[in-house]
């Protein structure tokens, strides 16, 4: 595990300032688009203690019923050529693909132009003080072939230490970095990050003080051996 502040939660601005996204207009939204986004904003405005007492309140099913229409901002499908997907720690971007997306607008002979275009300008996005916030970029397509019929997003964005220093500001933007569920400081490294295959042991659980036991066994156990 390694220490974090939050989930970082602004790559939807960051794409429509970048001219990726665009939100509709208010007098362009319907009646239930417009109560749905005064609702999402209603409760990302709430103060952490009123927070607290609603999630302890209403029951998890209930708290994801509410939470399921405000997931995804409202966008503007006709001019948004790439989106954010809700996450629990990296960034997720999906392009808007023409005949993959309901309302795709991309033309398939542009999406590796603008994935590539997302990319570099990740790759060189800068703190105010001029660190890197981007580790690293992850395309989960290699063409758009095998993007037509991809359920992951195209861009996983994995966020460096410096994305979590208090006050971010982002050089050349005048975004203000949000950061959702300020309650999780902690997050998972890629580095010593283990999935194991199942082990012959009879306990449902592992002491910590046996881990390294374990790790030392799996390591040198025999490749050609049933897991």
């Not at 939660?9 to 794409?15: C, G, I, N, P, S």
């Not at 060189?124 to 395309?139: F, K, Q």
Request: aromatic content about 10%; glycine content about 6%; some cysteine.
């Amino acid at each position: 595990m390694r220490s974090a502040r939050g989930v970082p939660a602004f790559l939807t601005e960051w794409l429509c300032e970048k001219g990726f996204a665009t939100m509709p207009e208010w007098r362009d939204q319907k009646w239930r688009e417009r109560a749905t986004a005064v609702f999402g904003a209603t409760k990302r405005a709430m103060p952490q203690w009123l927070k607290k007492i609603y999630y302890k309140t209403l029951p998890l099913t209930v708290t994801h019923q509410l939470a399921r229409p405000t997931m995804l901002p409202l966008y503007d499908w006709s001019r948004t050529r790439a989106f954010a997907l809700p996450t629990d720690q990296h960034g997720w971007i999906r392009i808007n693909l023409s005949g993959r997306e309901a309302r795709g607008v991309v033309p398939q002979e542009e999406y590796q132009a603008t994935c590539d275009q997302l990319e570099d300008l990740l790759r060189n996005l800068r703190s105010a003080s001029g660190e890197l916030v981007v580790s690293d970029v992850i395309r989960t397509s290699g063409d758009v072939a095998s993007a037509m019929h991809q359920r992951l997003p195209d861009l996983v964005v994995h966020w460096s230490d410096s994305i979590f220093t208090s006050e971010l500001r982002l050089a050349g933007s005048n975004i203000e970095p949000e950061f959702d569920g300020r309650k999780y400081v902690g997050q998972h490294a890629l580095e010593g990050f283990c999935i194991a295959p199942r082990f012959d042991s009879n306990a449902h659980e592992i002491r910590v003080e046996d881990m390294p036991l374990l790790f030392s066994q799996l390591l040198h156990r025999n490749p050609s051996s049933p897991s």
